[in-house]
């Protein structure tokens, strides 16, 4: 009987000893993070109703607006076409327009905006230089034609140029919805002019000439 309970009293003290289990914790809760969203590439065309509105206005000047009657109007400056060619249409640059724009005016309303090149046309540059007008899609005079074409909005008509073809091209896009349009004029795969506005005004190959 003595045995006995030595026994006993031995396997309550290893069973006092024993350490106590844990209790199990549930894992945390992980919230699924969202979808990476990528960043628009800058070769992506807009939009087109995007690429409408870039076309409507520079600043406060708007295509098809008036011109000539308001009093902020004399701050333009007119290139004296109307006079010289005797016809209906002019241009203008300063006033409320970047340096480096200029403004094709017929019968007395808005019909397009011109962004020309400084030096030899051609001549390839890399990005906008810091001084030249910002142009709608973020194009610039010397920019890779072929880039350039992929800033556009799909439906874009590469026809041969007037007078430097095969070495250059047209690179028109048009909103009928909207009736504006887009050109860009192309030397050796180089854009050399840009301008928008009235259809019927970017399909003047001289400008009011």
Request: hydrophobic content about 45%.
């Amino acid at each position: 009987m003595m045995r006995t309970g030595a026994l006993a009293g031995i396997a309550l003290a290893l069973a006092a000893c024993k350490p106590v289990e844990p209790e199990a914790t549930p894992a945390p809760v992980t919230t699924p993070a969202p979808p990476a969203v990528s960043a628009p590439a800058h070769d992506t065309a807009p939009p087109a109703a995007d690429a409408a509105a870039q076309l409507a206005a520079v600043g406060e000047l708007r295509i098809g607006a008036p011109f000539g009657k308001a009093p902020g109007d004399a701050a333009f400056r007119s290139a004296g076409m109307r006079e010289a060619m005797e016809g209906d249409c002019e241009y203008y640059d300063r006033g409320t327009l970047p340096e480096g724009m200029s403004m094709m005016v017929i019968a007395d309303r808005i019909a397009r905006f011109d962004v020309d090149g400084e030096g030899e046309p051609g001549v390839s540059v890399d990005a906008r230089p810091a001084g030249a007008p910002a142009v709608p899609f973020g194009l610039w005079v010397g920019m890779d034609a072929a880039e350039a074409k992929k800033r556009l909005p799909a439906g874009v008509v590469v026809s041969p140029h007037a007078y430097v073809s095969p070495d250059g091209d047209y690179l028109t896009w048009t909103n009928m919805r909207t009736h504006l349009a887009l050109r860009l004029e192309t030397l050796n795969g180089v854009v050399t002019s840009i301008y928008w506005g009235q259809p019927d005004a970017v399909e003047l190959i001289e400008g009011c000439a």
